[in-house]
């Protein structure tokens, strides 16, 4: 198998992982004033995500550790529209409360390819690698709010 069908077939979670970095550079060189830029970023990224696996081609790639069949493609896809749904919501509801974040789509991005790579999981290493990524982003995400102590608790649960 060549590098460049390897590639294709990880490109969603290849695609997000390099936008996540970009992204929180972005947010933290421009603070809250780039809260809704990133936003938007993100969610136009997992649109994108979400195209590249609904049209992305089928087949395994890194020894069979992560594979693209048609399940896989069908969950990739959803999770991603549906996180791309979930930032758009979530920063309206957070700026409505005056409590918006920059941090926030990213971790939901994060989350999302943790969610993706544990769809398309072909063997135990790449699920726990999935399921971890995944975690670690929502055990973030509860805990956002650090003047709550709700959200405090939730983040050592």
């Given at each position: ?13 290849l695609l997000?992982?390099?936008l ?12 809250r ?15 994108a ?6 049209m ?22 959803a999770?991603?529209?549906?996180s ?14 005056g409590?918006n ?17 544990t ?6 290493i ?8 995944q ?22 649960k």
């Amino acid at each position: 198998m060549n590098l460049d069908n390897v590639l294709s077939i990880a490109a969603p979670e290849l695609l997000l992982g390099v936008l996540s970095l970009v992204l929180l550079l972005v947010g933290a060189i421009g603070g809250r004033k780039a809260t809704s830029l990133v936003s938007i970023l993100s969610a136009l990224g997992l649109l994108a995500a979400a195209a590249l696996a609904a049209m992305g081609p089928l087949g395994s790639a890194f020894s069979g550790g992560f594979v693209a069949d048609g399940f896989a493609a069908f969950a990739r896809t959803a999770i991603y529209a549906a996180s791309a749904v979930a930032v758009l919501l979530g920063d309206r509801w957070l700026a409505a409360r005056g409590d918006n974040k920059f941090e926030f789509p990213i971790l939901v991005m994060l989350a999302a390819v943790g969610m993706g790579m544990t769809s398309a999981a072909g063997d135990l290493i790449a699920l726990y690698i999935g399921i971890e990524l995944q975690s670690l982003a929502l055990y973030v995400l509860a805990a956002l709010r650090r003047g709550d102590p709700r959200a405090s608790e939730a983040g050592q649960k």
